[in-house]
């Protein structure tokens, strides 16, 4: 089974993410703590990213810092081979932290521009689905083993999302990796469709940055549909 650490610097998303994975509700493969993502030697680090891979700010600035620029030029490398080149929210890329070791970054895009506030989208939840569907690809790839995952509170820092929100999302990511792969981004959406629309707390969500990812993309002249109308998504109020 996978160890899943959930890190973060802030006390209160820390609290949050104790309170939702509350070890009485039978979480024996999480841990959470407060402390750098850095400070783990995990298999695997996430890390909440934009559209392009500037590692600029947040979790990305720090990880740099710690592993070299050479970190920041294999993951855009890895976004320029996706079609348009650039990392839909909704999507994540795999490369090494450091050439040659079997460890690696999984990037997530939360966001498309450097500094974008995702606190009323879904946004930090299509973000884990997708770093966790990420690393089933890659093992299933390599064939290496992966036995611990670090994760950060996705959205919580230059993103805004509040902290009982950001815990609620990493919940929805985490239990769609608990129940099973998926074969595409189509059929992950759905999943967590049906996953939101299950649960009874309150989120007010306007709509993603981006179009919510479905196959393929949009042309760049496109605009950006309003998704508030979905069913899925009209719920009353925002956590705070």
Known sequence: MIK???VDTNPKIVEALAAR????????????????????HTDVIVTPTNAHGNMNGGVDAALKNLYGVGLEQRLKAEIRKLPGG???VGEAVVCQLVPGAPRYLV??????????DISRTINSALACAAAFQAIYTAVARSGNLVETVAIPGLGGGTGKVS???VAEMLHVGYTLFRR?????????LDALKEELNARSTSLLVERTI???????KLPSSAPVPAIATDPFLAFASEIE
């Open 86 to 88: 650039t990392l839909d």
């Open 210 to 216: 981006e179009p919510v990812i479905l196959p393929g």
């Open 163 to 165: 902290p009982q929100k």
């Open 21 to 40: 994975f509350a070890p009485a509700d039978g979480y024996p493969d999480v841990v959470i703590s407060k402390k750098s993502i850095t400070e783990l």
């Open 107 to 116: 990037a997530a895009a939360t966001m498309v521009g450097e500094g974008d």
């Open 180 to 188: 099973r792969r998926y074969a595409d981004t189509s059929s992950l």
């Open 4 to 6: 899943i650490h959930f």
